[in-house]
């Protein structure tokens, strides 16, 4: 008996928004789901019984860790539905975020790799902004250059991959290796990605790169292996004040839910249409 041919694997959406949606307590406005293809469920179900034997690492990481995650009785994707807070005010630019997410996801240490980053603004008494990263804030910022007396005001602005219930990197692939997971984490397959960098180009906040050695895209997962063990981002973990929460984004009476309920938030680029899963508290609109 001759086996079919495993079909290439398609981009899937876990949800898709309602227009004009906002979080409000008893409403998911995220809660339309793409059926998955029958080959694609099979295919999902053949590796889950491979896992025990070859390994996840063999499956890819974004895959791997679905399946994972899966194994897991405990957790279904399906009741959650991930997003971040960030309070810009909170923020002090120390940089110890970037080195836990590069500690914890295996981020290659060189240089203008980066899950996360952390950008200062400097606005002066004339109106001019100057804004740098020097090396993703890592190592914290050095003075700006700027003499004081010029100084209007200064602050810092966590970037992210914003985990966009439309994102365009999605809809570019070619062969599916980004996704939407049904809990709402953009995810990466590295056992389908081949390197193309559409997607790299396609993101509008700039959140993806290509790896240096395994050339496949990476960006941001929510540290996807710890939020399915009941785990908070490592990057949320560390952070000294607080400025990032972590969370459900549909679910009434949650930390995030109670932040968005009560703060000014904004999101980054919301002309795009994106529907990011990321959101600021009192951005100015020098960010972009």
């Known amino acids: 008996m001759t086996e079919k041919p495993i079909k290439p694997r398609l981009a899937i959406s876990g949800r898709t928004p309602e227009k004009g949606s906002s979080l409000t307590p ?163 397959d590295e056992s389908y990605c081949i390197g193309c960098r559409y997607c790299i180009q396609a993101c509008p906040y700039g959140a993806r790169y290509l790896h240096p050695k395994k050339r496949v895209a990476d960006k941001c997962t929510f540290c996807y292996h710890r939020i399915t063990k009941g785990l908070r981002p490592a990057c949320v973990e560390v952070c000294p004040t607080s400025a990032r929460i972590f969370g459900e984004a549909r679910r009434a009476n949650t930390p995030l839910w109670e932040f968005v309920r009560t703060h000014d938030i904004q999101v980054l680029k919301p002309h795009l249409r994106t529907s990011p899963k990321v959101y600021y508290c009192d951005l100015d609109s020098e960010v972009r």
């Open 26 to 188: 008893g409403h998911d406005p995220l809660s339309e789901r793409l059926d998955f293809a029958g080959t694609r469920r099979d295919f999902l179900k053949s590796l889950l019984k491979l896992a025990p034997v070859v390994g996840l690492s063999a499956l890819g990481v974004g895959l791997g860790q679905i399946v994972a995650a899966n194994q897991e009785k405990q957790y279904d994707p399906t009741k959650h539905w991930y997003g971040m807070g960030i309070d810009v005010h909170r923020c002090i630019g120390c940089g110890r975020c970037v080195e836990a997410c590069k500690e914890e996801n295996n981020v290659p240490r060189y240089p203008y790799f980066f899950r996360t980053w952390v950008e200062r603004y400097v606005e002066t008494q004339d109106g001019e902004v100057r804004v740098d990263s020097p090396n993703g804030s890592i190592n914290a910022f050095p003075p700006s250059g700027v003499p004081e007396q010029r100084i209007l005001k200064t602050f810092y602005v966590p970037k992210i991959c914003n985990h966009c219930a439309e994102p365009p990197c999605v809809q570019v692939c070619p062969v599916g290796a980004t996704f939407l997971s049904r809990d709402g984490v953009v995810l990466v």
